[in-house]
């Protein structure tokens, strides 16, 4: 672990082992920027003209990983996070811990668990400093590389039968939401959605994933992200804890946790555990999938 420059932002922590590296800025966020293997590429996104930027007074996408507060609604959810983060060393993990939000009086902090390999945990908290209760849900949202595709796993088939009469997951859609193209794959055992690069034309969908992980595989690589499902808990919009959306330049892999009603002084936490494998084979069946995707997976 050591302080680095990363395209213009002069304090960021970079941490580093045999297999993987991540930079967080310190500068903006929390923000975790970059993230892949030592001899391979950034698996997120990072979009030029926004990089090295502070202080600005709207908010800006910058790439990388980001935490924001459920459901989406404006202004809360674009507080423009573009000021400096305090970084504290623990004995086994890193925080960076963004200032006060004005307007809302929330904080978002993140704890950065880097050790050997190539899995990394991320407690993602939000603190409540309102002299009065906020209602909301911490939500971890991951802007990938365009051109790869999202693997949402869909919960175990049965046949129908006058014991198996009720629903067992549920899809979310958006006003903008189209099934019918080509980008989205719905199969027996799980839904994608393809990254085109140049293809603008936004699309975003969620579902409660029962099986608690998700991925994303782009050209030689595989990111894979675990979170939990609670099912004794409401979640926001319309009850899932994972949504994908792109547009184009990038992918975005999001996981969400319950709605949660935090008093004064209150926190809740989100935490994501992140896998990255190195992958030869194809992701374009689903046969493929479950050659080179789901043993992968670990038990849980």
């Not at 930079?23 to 997120?44: K, L, S």
């Not at 674009?78 to 504290?88: A, L």
């Not at 099986?211 to 050209?219: P, R, V």
């Not at 004064?264 to 936490?269: C, L």
Request: net charge negative; proline share 6%; glycine share 8%.
């Amino acid at each position: 672990m050591k302080t680095v420059e990363y395209k213009g932002w002069k304090n960021c922590i970079e941490f580093k082992n045999d297999l993987v590296t991540m930079v967080v800025t310190a500068d903006v966020g929390p923000r975790i920027i970059y993230f892949g293997f030592n001899d391979g590429e950034n698996i997120f996104q990072n979009y030029p003209e926004m990089m090295g930027k502070t202080g600005t007074d709207e908010w800006t996408i910058y790439g990388g990983h980001r935490l924001w507060a459920a459901p989406e609604k404006q202004p809360r959810t674009y507080y423009p996070d573009n000021n400096p983060v305090e970084v504290t060393e623990h004995d086994d993990f890193v925080r960076f811990t963004a200032p006060v939000e004005k307007e809302n009086n929330i904080q978002k902090e993140m704890d950065v668990y880097f050790g050997n390999g190539a899995e990394v945990k991320v407690v993602h908290r939000i603190t409540n400093h309102n002299v009065w209760g906020v209602e909301l849900a911490p939500w971890a949202l991951s802007v990938m590389k365009p051109g790869g595709k999202c693997i949402i796993p869909l919960p175990a088939k049965s046949s129908h039968s006058d014991d198996d009469l009720l629903p067992t997951y549920n899809i979310v859609a958006w006003s903008y939401t189209n099934m019918a193209d080509e980008r989205w794959h719905w199969g027996d055992q799980f839904l994608t959605l393809t990254s085109q690069v140049g293809n603008e034309i936004a699309q975003k969908a969620g579902a409660m994933v029962l099986e608690g992980w998700t991925a994303y595989a782009n050209e030689n690589w595989v990111f894979i992200t675990y979170f939990d499902y609670m099912p004794e808990f409401m979640y926001p919009d319309m009850g899932v804890n994972f949504e994908t959306f792109t547009d184009g330049s990038m992918l975005e892999v999001e996981t969400l946790a319950p709605m949660s009603w935090l008093k004064p002084g209150e926190s809740v936490e989100h935490p994501e555990i992140w896998q990255l494998h190195k992958m030869d084979g194809s992701v374009e069946t689903e046969e493929d999938i479950k050659n080179n995707i789901v043993p992968l997976i670990k038990a849980k």
